[in-house]
């Protein structure tokens, strides 16, 4: 069952000793293709209850919100959303599971920022900084001539472009908006704050 009350972000230390712990992530959910769910915000509603049955506790949805295709011109207008979940699940678990679902709602990897049915990334999880700081910040402060080309080949957390898309902030303020990024130091607000006004008056929330 889905709760609507926020959480706070809160590490616990963790021990190969130590009986295995949740741990509490940042999803993004992105669809302008139909599914076997239906249209996009179907497929999005579809695919919250496929992370309950992979095991996954919904702490908090945000709103469906439509936004223009990114990159601009490449396909049909997005609903995109957030989910704030808890899990029993490394990060190489949760990356495998979200590639699960993506599958079962009919993904196909084919292009690189491309249509599709569906589109699920992990934005963060606690304070993690994975695979280490050096690589994060690598793909970070990666040319925007080479983001369209190149993809790293191991899972970055948090997400290296969370603080430059206003699809991504503005639903993750509805779900963790005290969330702060181990890297900067900024919450999401803060982040959403620097975002021009014009692109988050893109992020339109849809009627539900």
């Known amino acids: 069952m889905e709760s609507n009350t ?16 949740t741990s509490k992530m940042i999803v993004a959910l992105g669809s302008n ?21 992979h095991g996954a506790l919904i702490r908090k949805r945000s709103q469906l919100y439509q936004t223009p295709c990114f990159p601009a011109g490449a396909g049909p207008d997005y609903v995109n959303a ?18 699960d679902i993506e599958h079962e709602f009919g993904r196909e990897r084919i292009k690189r920022w491309g249509q599709r049915t569906l589109d699920l990334d992990l934005i963060a999880m606690d304070d993690v900084v994975a695979p280490d700081l050096p690589t994060y910040e690598v793909w ?9 080309t190149r993809a790293p080949t191991e899972l970055i957390l948090p997400h290296p472009r969370l603080q430059d898309r206003a699809f991504v902030l503005v639903p ?14 900024l919450s999401v607000s803060q982040m959403l704050a620097v975002i021009p006004a014009h692109e988050k008056a893109e992020v339109i929330p849809l009627n539900q």
């Open 6 to 21: 926020s959480k706070t972000f809160i590490s616990s230390p963790k021990s190969q000793n130590m009986v295995k712990s």
């Open 82 to 99: 957030a989910l704030l979940i808890e899990a029993h699940w490394s990060p190489a678990e949760a990356l495998a599971h979200l590639h």
């Open 140 to 148: 970070r402060d990666l040319e925007p001539e080479l983001q369209t």
């Open 172 to 185: 993750m303020a509805d779900v963790a908006s005290d969330w702060v990024h181990p890297v900067s130091g």
């Open 33 to 53: 293709q139909r599914s076997v769910a239906g249209g996009p915000d179907s497929t999005i509603l579809g695919a919250a209850r496929a992370l309950q049955a």
